[in-house]
C-alpha cells in the first residue's frame, strides 16, 4: 500500500485486540504512520507499554482479555472517550491449540477454542457495531484462518471456532450493512510471527512451505498490508467476506 492510500487513515480510530504481538505490532506501526489514533487491547500489559513507548503518535492501551465481555466493553468505551469514536476495529487477538486427532480432542480442547477464538469475535463485535452505529458506520476485521475456510485435520477445535468466525463475520455484515458498518474477514495461512518462528512449529516450516504454491509463508507486513486494503475507507463496497492470504494455497 503507498503512502496516499494509507493517508485515508488520518485521524481515524483505530482499535485493535491482541495488539502487543504478530501482526498486531505491525499492524500498529503501520496505522501510526498513516496518523490514525490507536487504541491497543492485550492480555500482555507489559509488551502493550512497551510498544506504545516505542512508537510516536497517539496511543491508548489497557489489560484486555478478549473472552471477558466486560473487557471487550471498556476497550471499546476508551477508543470513544479518548477520540470520541470508532472507526476501525481489528479483531486480532486469538490463539492456536496442539494438534491431535479428532478422537483424541477433548470438551475441554473444544471450549477453549471457541472462547478464544469465537467467543472473542462475538464479544468484540457487539459492542464495537453499537459504538460504530452511534458513530454512523465503521469497518471490522475479524483475523480468522485458512482453517476457517478448509478443513483442518488434527485441529477441529480450532478449525470449528476459525469456522463460526465466518459465519458471525457474513451474518453481521448482512445485518448491519444499512448501518453502514462494513465487516470482513482475512484467512491467513502460517506466516513467520513468533507463532511459527519461536515454537516447534518451525520444526514443520519447510513442510507448511511445501504445501503452499508460492513455496514460502508470509512475512507479517504482507498479512498486514492486506488488512489495511480491505478495511481502507476506499473498499466502502466490500463486506461479507473472507480473504485467503495463503500464497495461492485454496485455490487448488
Not at 40 to 67: F, K, Q, Y
Not at 109 to 138: T, V
Request: glycine share 10%; charged share 20%; net charge negative.
Amino acid at each position: 500500500m503507498d503512502q496516499e492510500d494509507m493517508g485515508e487513515f488520518s485521524g481515524k480510530s483505530v482499535l485493535i485486540t491482541g495488539a502487543a504481538g504478530g501482526f498486531g505490532r505491525v499492524l500498529t506501526s503501520k496505522l501510526l504512520e498513516a496518523g490514525a489514533n490507536i487504541v491497543l487491547g492485550d492480555l500482555n500489559e507489559a509488551a502493550l507499554a512497551e510498544l506504545a513507548a516505542s512508537l510516536p503518535g497517539r496511543i491508548a492501551w489497557m489489560r484486555c482479555d478478549v473472552t471477558v465481555e466486560a473487557d471487550q466493553k471498556a476497550l471499546v468505551d476508551l477508543a470513544v472517550a479518548t477520540y470520541g469514536r470508532l472507526d476501525i476495529a481489528i479483531n486480532n487477538a486469538g490463539g492456536t491449540s496442539p494438534m491431535k486427532s479428532f478422537l483424541d480432542t477433548t470438551e475441554q480442547d473444544l471450549d477453549r477454542n471457541f472462547a478464544l477464538n469465537a467467543k472473542s469475535i462475538f464479544l468484540g463485535m457487539k459492542h464495537q457495531i453499537a459504538a460504530m452505529i452511534d458513530g454512523g458506520g465503521g469497518s471490522i476485521m475479524n483475523v480468522a484462518s485458512v482453517a476457517g475456510i478448509a478443513g483442518a485435520p488434527k485441529n477441529v477445535a480450532y478449525g470449528a471456532a476459525k469456522h463460526a468466525v465466518i459465519g458471525m463475520t457474513r451474518t453481521a455484515a448482512v445485518e448491519f450493512a444499512r448501518s453502514n458498518v462494513r465487516v470482513n474477514a482475512v484467512c491467513p495461512y502460517f506466516s513467520l510471527t513468533p507463532l511459527v518462528t519461536q515454537s516447534n512449529l518451525i520444526e514443520r516450516k519447510k513442510q507448511m512451505e511445501a504445501a503452499v504454491p508460492m513455496k514460502r509463508l508470509a512475512e507479517p507486513e504482507e498479512v498486514a498490508s492486506a488488512i489495511l486494503a480491505l478495511v481502507s475507507p476506499s473498499n466502502s463496497y466490500l463486506t461479507g467476506q473472507a480473504v485467503a492470504i495463503d500464497g495461492g494455497l485454496t485455490a487448488f
